[in-house]
């Protein structure tokens, strides 16, 4: 069965940071892409970052590009979300999902399993 677990959410104020992780179990993890995507009350899900199976291309949202940065441990079977110069419009539940293939990829779709998600307030 597999799992995935999220942590490392909370309240931080504004210009803050957080790492959030992510395990992931009974899956061959090291095969495939990650990603973070994250949701704020009354809007959809959106990407946040991905990274590929051996962790040599990443992607980010323009959103939080030079202050959100993705890495994994495959030996551990965790990735990784260090957020950076916190901004209030981040506040969201944030969400790790496993892609079904080894590239990142932008689209909800492309991932078959996701986590319950860690929230994550930022306060002016």
């Known amino acids: 069965q597999v799992q995935v677990v999220e942590s490392g959410g909370g309240l931080v104020q504004a210009g803050g940071s957080l790492r959030l992780s992510c395990a992931a179990s009974?899956?061959?993890?090291?095969?495939?892409?990650m990603g973070w995507f994250r949701q704020a009350p009354g809007k959809e899900r959106e990407f946040v970052a991905a990274?590929?199976?051996?962790?040599?291309?990443?992607d980010y949202a323009d959103s939080v590009k030079g202050r959100f940065t993705i890495s994994r441990d495959n030996a551990k079977n965790t990735v990784y979300l260090q957020m950076n110069s916190l901004r209030p419009e981040d506040t969201a539940v944030y969400y790790c999902a496993i892609n079904r293939g080894s590239w990142p990829d932008r689209r909800n779709s492309a991932y078959d399993y996701w986590g319950q998600g860690t929230r994550v307030t930022v306060s002016e």
């Open positions: 009974g899956h061959t993890f090291s095969t495939y892409a």
């Open positions: 990274i590929s199976w051996g962790g040599g291309v990443t």
